[in-house]
């Protein structure tokens, strides 16, 4: 079977880093898989960047078309509400260039595409040739009018428009224009030929409520995981190798993107602040910035971009909190759960598809930084039970979230999918 993934790059981001582990699963499982990028970042052969043609009418085209698309790029930023992740656009400057050189393949699977994909273009091709088309959700953009996640908004239900999220307040915004764009494109193919796949329950039940994606099946495979990378080391080894000490409690969690509300960095320090657990935990971060914790119990270790500093981070740790108010299935999750540390969050989006309180962690209300800070303090206070949800974690991990439990996951999605292609073809 041959499979092209397509997404906006192969290693950096949360989705580029998810989808790239696909691909290395579904290789290993024998399925001929390769990647088209915008940005290739590894060294990967199977790897392929899309480029971009060079002739002088397509230089002319996309550079006045890049025009139009960053004048309307930076109007979003300027209209965003504060801390705000962003509203992104469905339309690309060369959108047929992606079309030629997706070649001859079985199946088309689409993960994170903002700002490579076309959407009127691309979608228009794929039902004139009838790719079967998997499309793997990271966020909830695909499904609405231009947020990549919707902050409690129910718009995309209907057709977006007056978006809260941008300081206009009309109903022909932005958000409505995507949406038709993103709407006709949709309506092109056919439902027998699409699948979207969500790693969470709670991104596929948006999905199956949205305006947009409403019409097509969707299927729950959860995120995988190299569960023979990412696997626990003795703790006191880990915190050895990262300069911690090695006789109190730890908690880890994770500051990149402080200043975006939905990822609950002030949650976590009001929760931080005022804990109190004997033996005075140290607070150590990952993560490009910094919390106000205060000298002497937090102690930064900065961005971590190699695999065996962060497994030692996890592994050094107690437990791993995670403060979204909004998210899909973290892949911060999945790595500490397969280095067999239990894991604190709140009830929201798909964290509780992982977290299941008192076995692989805790629960808080979401909001409420004193139940998150209570969360912790059950994890921490008993030292045997906290050793048997780690070791939970690890037999989860390893039983649900391995590259080869989700490479077969994909691999059955996809034969099936294929398998009804020459009949679906029929009447399309």
Partial sequence: MRVLQITNNDLSGGAAIAAYRLHVGLNRAGVDCRMLVRDKLGDDERVRRFELPQDAWSRMVRRLRDRKLNRIGGELRRLLAPGHDMVTGCVDSDGRALVQQVGDVDLINLHWVTGLLDHATFFAAAAARCWPIVWTLHDMNPLTGGCHYSAGCERFVERCGACPLLAVGVEEDYTRRFWRIKRRAMRQLAPALVRIVAPSRWLAGEAQRSSLLGDFDVEVIPNGIDTGVFKPIEPQQARAQLGLPGDRPIVLFVTAQAD????????????????????????????????????????????????????????????????????????????????????????????PDLVREGETGALATPEDAGALRAAIERVLADETKRHAMGRVCRTFAERELSLEVQAQRYTELYGRLVGQTETARQYV
């Fill in 260 to 351: 975006y509300p939905r990822k609950g960095h002030d949650l976590i320090v009001a929760a931080l602040r005022k804990l109190d657990h004997a033996g005075g935990p140290l607070l150590v971060s990952i993560g490009g910035d910094e919390a106000e914790l205060g000298d002497g119990r937090y102690v930064s270790l900065g961005r971590i971009d190699d695999a065996q500093r962060l497994i030692a981070a996890y592994s050094a740790a107690d437990v791993f909190v995670v403060p979204s108010r909004q998210d899909n299935l973290p892949n911060t999750i999945l790595e500490s759960m397969a280095c067999g540390t239990a894991v604190v969050g709140f009830d929201v989006g798909g964290i």
